[in-house]
């Protein structure tokens, strides 16, 4: 629970806003606390929303409180997570986090110090997914391998969330492998999803995707995977080998938009290679989660779509 | 009569006196010995687990006074409210009677762990290791020169009273 990590004071501030419309809260040292609520960013207060002026003061204490609370008073327990540079704090709630990179040998060892916090709180939104849903099963009812492509923060991980459970509303035989490395898609708590994510997902907590792709279809035997954030060669090997063993993947990437993204080189290959039959493009235009396009593995908008 | 069994009386309490003083000594030997125990068990748990802190103050169990102290702690963080290190002295004020070095040592031990990372959580426990190994050979000392002395000035005392009082 959020409530749970955040200092009192910082929880009675909070109290204000109505917790379905708060999307992230923005720690920065010495620096007013902001607040990502209804799409648009304000300043917090003692008591909610305000101006600059009267925004509370982020203090050293206030991040090493919400550190040592999200971490169950184990920071040391979360060593891996800090390397990377978040943190999950269960419920879904993720803590990206900036400080300084301690690093020995070309290998980081760990981060402290910390200057920055991003709590971001996730929100399930049943139905998300639902006009993406009717256009990435084929004729046979399978589904395509789909990309979903958008910038950070508009909504890509409630998309695959829901998508989970939208193709087990259309299809209650596909088996669906959730690769849920930062625990933020099915929110786990002592190994139970607390979101819900379908009824026929299995999900891998933590580890790294191209490990859980190749171990995942090796011991799940999944028809469909779904993944956020891939960028990695050894996240895209993966995902040809899986793509090559018949398993459809659903993942998402950062890219702002459909160019951006055609010009990121380590895609070039699975583009070329047409690994993916769908490619969904979103924006925060509309609201999070807005649909600007889809796409064919030509590259072409569908037309089912427009 | 009553003037005799008055003497044994008072013979007997001071002897215990001087056992009960004596066993304070004891006491705290125990206490720290705990102490270096669950700091070592902790960093091996740390080093290949990553356990967490609450479920290692579960996990060890201890005979002294320390399991008191690392109990009460424990709720400190259960109750998931702020706290300082001022809260830990006074529980430590509650559990045992310690120099203040030592108090400060203590909580602060107890105020660092978990709010930091994994290898500079690792060193600062070694660093408590050494640390309360010194003050644990200094209680030995300690304990050996005064239990002796405690038990036996307590019986002194008593034979003196007797004497006194015939």
Known sequence: ?306 | MIKIAILISLFLASTYLGFQTATVYDEKLKFYQDCTKFLKNIKSEISFFKTDLISMFDKFKFQSKFETLKNSIKDLYIQNKEFNIQDIKNIIDKTIIIDDDEKNKLAQMFFEIGKIGYYEQLEKISYYIQAFDEIESRVEQKKNKMMPFCKKMGAIIGVLLCIILI
């Open chain 1, 1 to 306: 629970m959020l409530r749970d990590i955040l200092p009192d004071f910082l929880n009675k501030a909070i109290s204000f806003l109505k917790y379905d419309d708060l999307c992230e809260i923005r720690l920065r040292l010495k620096k007013p606390i902001s607040v990502n609520y209804k799409n648009s960013y304000y300043f917090l207060g003692y008591g909610g929303l305000c101006n600059e002026t009267d925004a509370i003061i982020c203090s050293k204490e206030m991040i090493q409180t919400i550190i040592s609370k999200a971490s169950n008073f184990s920071v040391y327990a979360v060593n891996d997570e800090l390397k990377e540079g978040y943190l999950s704090a269960g419920d879904g709630i993720r803590i990206g986090l900036t400080g300084t990179v301690v690093m020995q040998d070309d290998k980081v060892l760990t981060t402290k110090d910390f200057n920055s916090l991003n709590i971001r709180i996730p929100h399930q939104i049943f139905g998300s997914a639902y006009k993406i849903s009717k256009i990435i099963f084929d004729e046979n009812q399978n589904v395509y391998s789909t990309m979903i492509i958008g910038a950070p923060g508009v909504g890509k991980t409630t998309i695959l969330r829901d998508l989970a459970v939208q193709i087990n509303k259309i299809r209650k035989d596909i088996n669906i492998l959730l690769l849920d490395e930062r625990m933020e898609i099915s929110s786990p708590y002592e190994g139970v999803a607390t979101l819900n994510v379908g009824t026929s997902t299995d999900i891998i907590c933590g580890g790294k995707k191209d490990f859980n792709i190749i171990n995942g279809i090796r011991s799940m035997a999944p028809n469909v995977i779904i993944v956020d954030e891939i960028g990695s060669k050894r996240d895209i090997s993966a995902i040809e080998y899986a793509t090559n063993s018949g398993v459809s993947i659903v993942a998402s990437v950062h890219s702002k938009d459909i160019f951006e993204f055609q010009k990121k080189v380590e895609f070039e290959n699975i583009v070329k290679s047409r690994v993916f039959k769908r490619y969904v493009v979103l924006s925060a235009n509309e609201g999070k989660g807005t649909i600007e396009n889809i796409y064919d593995e030509y590259m072409k908008p569908v037309l089912r779509f427009i």
